[in-house]
């Protein structure tokens, strides 16, 4: 492939309209060592995309959190029909307390980290500064998407689980 095949690869990564080999494609060719200068940048920035956090969450927190929604999951299946709407709330209220909880403690660290430069200029040259508001951006996404996928999840098994007591429950009122 030629540069140019490759840099309209790049476009078409950062529009999301790539496949997997595709993607892979791209990731042999920014890590290896024959990247032309143009592109040092772009490397930085789409291998920033593959790397995995540092930040640490609390094994104490994900175990109350975890333990929370186990509790709340055992309550639904002793509840009444009548009450299963409202339980269903605070499942989702649980789950959406978790995250909640897991963005104010992100939120807070870079807070802290930051606190001495909040009244100062950051960066001198627009392009640096570019730079890294593009990679918060694909952090923020990323972030996002992982909560979707979760969320998607936990709304799947739950429709599953409320399937199952519906037909349950049918069964019964024969």
Not at 74 to 93: A, L, M, N
Not at 109 to 128: A, K, M
Not at 143 to 163: D, E, I, M, P, R
């Amino acid at each position: 492939m030629t540069i140019n095949d490759y840099k309209a690869l790049l476009n078409d990564f950062y529009e999301g309209k790539t496949t997997l080999e595709q993607e892979k494609a791209l990731r042999n060719f920014f890590e290896s060592k024959e990247i032309p200068a143009s592109l040092l940048n772009e490397q930085q920035l789409f291998l920033s995309c593959f790397k995995t956090d540092d930040l640490e969450i609390p094994p104490a927190l994900i175990g109350k959190i975890n333990t929370l929604i186990n509790e709340k999951a055992g309550i639904q299946s002793t509840i009444p029909s009548g009450k299963v709407i409202r339980t269903q709330w605070i499942w989702i209220g649980t789950i959406a307390a978790s995250f909640l909880l897991l963005f104010a403690a992100i939120g807070i660290r870079e807070y802290r980290t930051n606190l001495s430069s909040i009244y100062t200029d950051t960066f001198t040259n627009p392009q640096d500064a570019a730079w890294e508001a593009q990679r918060a951006l694909q952090l923020v996404s990323k972030n996002l998407s992982t909560g979707y996928s979760q969320v998607n999840y936990a709304k799947a098994k739950f429709n599953k689980a409320g399937s199952t007591v519906n037909k349950q429950l049918t069964k019964i009122a024969k």
